[in-house]
């Protein structure tokens, strides 16, 4: 089963920042925070991920709550290609398993 | 593109049919994986092959029989499949397990199987 829970979906607007929020309360110490988006009828993308420190690329910042019990997916300024399905996974690092959930559904609109 | 690249990209076949579908990455990879993503549905984990070994089989029905000959290629045989098997199958590919500060798969597009 998924360990994370995520709104069911979301939306802003083009040009701002989409801030995409995770739970993960039962999240043990040697598990990584995964981001991945899959944009209609294509395979998940790998977007983003962290174990304790913030970590920016150039699509996403990860921001990890101290006690690591939740995490928010930044998209600094959202386009209308960045609508899609993005998923907030847990990972242990020495699992090949990427369980994924259901998912957040954003909508970014014009 | 992500490296991940299955073939075909659509099938449709009879409950009675036997098929393959077909996964090759040209990433250098070592683990290979095959999903199953019915509608609406979150995408569920089927097989995991590492170094050609299968490490995970998450209970799949015997009509679904994965191979892996090289860490290059994953085939998943089909034979006498349900039309519930309807879904799109998605390959994926990463460096086995994560190493320190993880390391991410790739998927390919994957194929829309309609059984009929």
């Known amino acids: 089963d998924a360990k994370t829970t995520q709104p069911p979906s979301m939306d802003c607007a083009e040009g701002r920042a989409a801030n995409l929020p995770c739970n993960h309360s039962?999240?043990?110490?040697?598990?990584?925070v995964y981001w991945y988006r899959q944009i209609h009828s294509q395979g998940p993308q790998y977007i983003i991920h962290?174990?304790?420190n913030n970590e920016t690329n150039e699509m996403a910042s990860l921001i990890i709550t101290e006690d690591r019990k939740s995490s928010t997916l930044i998209l600094p300024h959202a386009t209308l290609r960045d609508t899609a399905v993005y998923y907030c996974?847990?990972?242990?690092?020495?699992?090949?398993?990427?369980?994924f959930g259901s998912g957040t559904r954003l909508l970014v609109r014009p | 593109e992500t490296g991940v690249t299955q073939t075909p990209r659509h099938l449709v076949m009879g409950m009675t049919n036997k098929k393959s579908l077909k996964c090759e990455q040209h990433?250098?990879?070592?683990?290979m994986y095959w999903y199953k993503q019915s509608a609406k549905k979150p995408l569920e984990l089927m097989f995991v092959?590492?170094?050609?070994?299968?490490?995970e089989n998450n209970s799949v029905p015997s009509r679904f029989s994965p191979e892996c000959p090289n860490s290059s290629h994953l085939f998943l045989h089909l034979h006498t499949l349900q039309p519930e098997d309807s879904a799109l199958y998605l390959c994926?590919?990463?460096?086995?397990?994560?190493?320190?500060?993880?390391?991410?798969?790739?998927f390919g597009q994957g194929t829309r199987l309609t059984v009929v």
């Open positions: 962290g174990l304790k």
């Open positions: 039962t999240i043990s110490g040697n598990e990584y």
């Open positions: 996974i847990v990972r242990m690092d020495s699992s090949y398993k990427l369980i």
């Open positions: 994926a590919s990463s460096q086995g397990r994560t190493p320190i500060g993880g390391t991410e798969a790739f």
């Open positions: 990433l250098g990879h070592n683990a």
């Open positions: 092959y590492s170094l050609e070994e299968r490490v």
